[in-house]
T-cell receptor, first 115, second 113 residues
């Protein structure tokens, strides 16, 4: 079965650089969520998109922005990177029946290292 | 969103049944209880979700008492591959992409040979 695809899997950037993370949800899933998980920490919700519109926002820094495109893939853009941005970034998607389930399907994550 | 409290860690042995209890005293009427599993460096994986009484699937059972102020995830006959962090989440369900997952401190389960 198709799963959530994230690219790149690993990314190394220097401070103050920019990074773009990509997420390809499971086909026919209409909602995409982004989560950040720092070393030894629990995942933290960043932002979500439903039918290509931003639906909810969490603790996402102003330096970050995201969007969902017409083909439902999503990109997380990160600028002025800081050392504290080093983390695993997960994308998750869920099918149209989101009103009766918290079941989300997570991708393998992108490990971002800021040096 | 209701606050949840779980044990920080648990130890078990292969073949045993493991029960992880989560407290959620401030659960709201329309809140559901959901459990996720996470292996190191992997994305969380949905295990089970329930509203009241008992829910069972091919992986686990979820027991919810009548007052719904706690819930227990039951893993039958665990194996070494069940070593992971288990998260209990509580929240209402909405349409339109508003079902974000709010992870608290999970339970780190270690299964020993």
């Amino acid at each position: 079965a198709a799963g959530v695809i994230q690219s790149p899997r690993h990314l190394i950037k220097e401070k103050r650089e920019t990074a773009t993370l990509k997420c390809y949800p499971i086909p026919r899933h209409d909602t995409v969520y982004w989560y950040q998980q720092g070393p030894g920490q629990d995942p933290q919700f960043l932002i979500s998109f439903y039918e290509k519109m931003q639906s909810d926002k969490g603790s996402i820094p102003d330096r970050f922005s995201a969007q969902q495109f017409s083909d439902y893939h999503s990109e997380l853009n990160m600028s002025s990177l800081e050392l504290g941005d080093s983390a695993l970034y997960f994308c998750a998607s869920s099918p149209p029946r989101t009103s009766d389930s918290y079941e989300q399907y997570f991708g393998p994550g992108t490990r971002l290292t800021v040096t | 969103l209701a606050k949840t409290t779980q044990p920080i860690s648990m130890d078990s042995y292969e073949g045993q049944e493991v029960n992880i209890t989560c407290s959620h005293n401030n659960i709201a009427t329309n809140d559901y209880i959901t459990w996720y599993q996470q292996f190191p460096s992997q994305g969380p994986r949905f295990i089970i979700q329930g509203y009241k009484t008992k829910v069972t699937n091919e992986v686990a059972s979820l027991f919810i008492p009548a007052d719904r102020k706690s819930s227990t995830l039951s893993l039958p006959r665990v194996s070494l591959s069940d070593t992971a962090v288990y998260y209990c989440l509580v929240g209402g369900l909405f349409s339109g992409g508003y079902n974000k997952l709010i992870f608290g401190a999970g339970t780190r389960l270690a299964v020993h040979p």
